[in-house]
């Protein structure tokens, strides 16, 4: 008996099929959005100062990303960093519609997310020290690891939108 038919007499397996959960190309449309939502988000709160003041140690630190503040100052970084968001989030969006749009937005996510978790070995306090230091996370720490999703996902959209465009 094959996979697929032993599969098919499982009633979870069965009851997902049916659903819609498993409609093709429903992975790639969900994480556009959630993509398009994180960046309209995180774009929004760099026009506040606290949220700014707050990834100061983060930004001085990035391997790619620290110059923005000696250059652009704190308002300026924000302004920098919030603008090229939106920008992001704007494409995904587009994505939906235009593929080569979407490409150009994943792109920016990728080099987003590789500014951002790249920041990770460089980031004071990163490691709790009263728990022996690496790999026990501060919230530095945890607060960039969600970034190596968000970079995973980039890559994903990124893979996506050029496979359908040389299609």
Known sequence: MSTLSINAQNPIVRALHRSGLLAEDLDYHLLRAAMVIIFAW???DKWF????R???PIITHGPFIFWTIPVLGIRGTAIFLGTSEWTFGTLLLLGFWNKKAGML???????TFIATFTVLPFVPDAW?????GF??????????????????VSLYL??????????
């Open 128 to 132: 709790d020290a009263g728990a022996g």
């Open 42 to 44: 995180f774009g929004y």
């Open 135 to 152: 790999p026990a996370m501060t919230i530095n720490s945890a607060f960039l690891l969600k970034d190596l999703v968000l970079l995973a």
């Open 158 to 167: 990124l893979r996506q939108d050029v496979v359908r465009l040389t299609r």
């Open 54 to 56: 707050g990834l100061l």
């Open 49 to 52: 100062e606290a949220e700014i």
């Open 105 to 111: 937005g994943a792109l920016g996510s990728t080099f």
